[in-house]
């Protein structure tokens, strides 16, 4: 008997864990769950196998209620991922097909850890996405804070980064990097206070986006502010963001892995004396030269090291 469902493809813009809002190529949403087949992500363990970004092939279900079925997930070009909330040793998918992933940060009220920073770039880095900080609220730098601003703004961007300072609530500031953002699929992190909701809701004029808050369609009694949900950028371009993400982490990182994750280190491995350095004691290290030598900045090395400590804790 042949198989005569119709089967469309779609966009994933919004997960609840059970549900799935999903843009058809003629730009009507569905609300879709899963085949019970694709419940279990074998090759990335991870504990969602579904994430926003996805590109799906689905069916409809009831055409008046909007409902559908998810078939098939086509092959991601990259994915970003945090480490499980309810499994330690599991990963949750982010988002995927992702262009760039932006980082909100702040100096001062609240203050943005630079750990917190470098792990983020380190997730970028290891999963192949080009990554963005916006340092938000310089508005309301002290001059101690002025000459941080000046500190981040160099340091990063000698690593290779693109840094962005920016007050939210001033459009006249954020020229640069609309421009930056359009026509690609971008995802948005950051604590909770440091402004991404009120510079999402200035890139969006009318998104109205609440700090914190994912408005429920169908995620009663789910862990909603876990997932992502993506929106259309006027003139091209998406916007992920992603409620509730406080910390990233690599559950299978490798201590002899972490220096290709910082680009500034990356580009001078290969003079180390030992191919299996750890730029820790080791005699011959190109990195602690470069250190001395001022050529990688001082705080970024020694976060290297409190991540490398930290790596068998599964941080």
């Known amino acids: 008997m042949a198989d005569d469902k119709k089967y469309l493809k779609g966009l994933v813009y919004k997960s609840t864990g059970s549900w799935y809002l999903v843009r058809d190529e ?49 092959d991601r070009h990259n ?84 840094v962005y300072p920016v007050i939210a609530l001033d459009h006249s500031t954020l020229v640069a990097l609309e421009e930056r953002l359009k026509d690609k ?13 009120t510079l999402i809701n200035q890139l969006l004029p009318g998104l109205d986006l609440k700090t914190n808050i994912v408005s429920g369609w169908s995620g009663k009694g789910q862990h909603t502010t876990t997932f992502a949900e993506m929106f259309d950028v006027p003139g091209g371009g998406a916007i992920i963001d992603t409620p509730g993400v406080k910390e990233f982490g690599l559950i299978d990182l490798e201590k002899e892995e972490l220096s290709h994750y910082f680009p500034e280190m990356r ?32 705080e970024r090395y020694f976060s290297y090291l409190g991540i490398l400590d930290g790596i068998e804790k599964k941080w």
């Open 267 to 298: 580009a001078l491995l290969s003079k180390c004396k030992f191919n299996n350095c750890l730029h820790v004691n080791e005699p011959g290290c190109a990195i602690k030269e470069a250190v001395v030598n001022k050529k990688i900045a001082e």
């Open 79 to 162: 994915y970003i991922v945090r480490v499980s909330p309810h499994n330690k040793n599991q990963k949750h998918i982010i988002a995927a097909n992702l262009d760039s992933a932006l980082m909100v940060v702040t100096i001062a009220e609240p203050r943005t850890s630079q750990g917190f920073i470098d792990r983020f770039l380190i997730t970028t880095e290891a999963y192949h996405i080009p990554a963005i900080i916006v340092i938000n609220k310089i508005d309301l730098l002290k001059p101690k804070h002025k000459e941080q601003l000046e500190h981040w703004t160099n340091m990063y961007s000698n690593a290779g980064y693109e």
């Open 26 to 74: 003629e730009g009507q949403f569905w609300n879709a769950r899963i085949k019970g087949k694709l419940k279990i992500d074998e090759d990335i363990s991870s504990t969602n196998p579904i994430a926003v970004g996805d590109k799906v092939s689905f069916e409809i279900e009831d055409k008046q209620e909007n409902t559908a079925i998810i078939s098939n997930v086509t």
């Open 185 to 197: 699929i971008t995802l948005f992190s950051g604590h909770s206070g440091v402004g991404k909701s």
